[in-house]
Each structure stands twice: as C-alpha cells, then as structure tokens.
C-alpha cells in the first residue's frame, strides 16, 4: 500500500521560506518520479515541481528561482525549498508519486497548509 506522508507547511510572512518533506512507503522510491503540487481556494491544482527517477527537474514558471525540489532516496523522501515566498504562493501543497516507467497510477500525499502573509 502506497503511502505519502507530506509536512512542513505553515505561516510564513512574505520574503520567507519554508521547506516541505514528503516521506513515501509501500513503493521501490528510487523508480518513482516524484512532485509537488498545489491548490488554492477557487482554482485547480497545479504542479509546482517535478523530480524524476533520473534527478531531471521541472519548475512552473511562477517559482522558477525561488523553489528547489530534491529527493533522498535512502531516507525514501522528497524535499520543496521555497524561498522567497510570495502570498500568491498560499495553498494547499500535496507530495505526488508515480511509477511511469511501467505506467503506475498517480499517488498523492494529504496535503500540507502554506500560508504567506504579513
């Protein structure tokens, strides 16, 4: 059974940074690619970033500079950097885990409250 345990969220004021943790059992971690997501009130969810199995990266345009994601596939866990935070950066983050190589389902965390405001 594939599970994402996300964390790390909070109230940040503006100009601040927090870092996200996601820690994943049940799946071999090392083949999964691995993102974060987001949602805010009213919208859809959008990816933030990506990581894949090969440590290849992608960013949405609105952190590029300001986000870095990493993986630590010994300790089976998925890392969000975010500095420079901006409070249209307020969401609800989710860790997400496939298995593309061989076509896996999309696995998705619970969510973790980001907050920037002064």
């Known amino acids: 059974q594939v599970q994402l345990v996300d964390s790390g969220g909070g109230l940040v004021q503006p100009g601040g940074s927090l870092r996200l943790s996601c820690i994943a059992s049940g799946i071999i971690f090392s083949i999964y690619d691995m993102g974060w997501y987001r949602q805010a009130p009213g919208k859809q969810r959008e990816l933030v970033a990506g990581?894949?199995?090969?440590?290849?990266?992608e960013y949405s345009d609105s952190v590029k500079g300001r986000f870095t994601i990493s993986r630590d596939n010994a300790k089976n866990a998925v890392y969000l950097q975010m500095d420079s935070l901006k409070p249209e950066d307020t969401a609800i983050y989710y860790c997400?885990?496939?298995?593309?190589?061989?076509?896996?389902?999309?696995?998705w965390g619970q969510g973790t409250q980001v907050t920037v405001s002064s």
């Open positions: 990581i894949t199995s090969r440590r290849s990266t």
């Open positions: 997400h885990a496939r298995d593309r190589l061989h076509r896996g389902p999309d696995n």
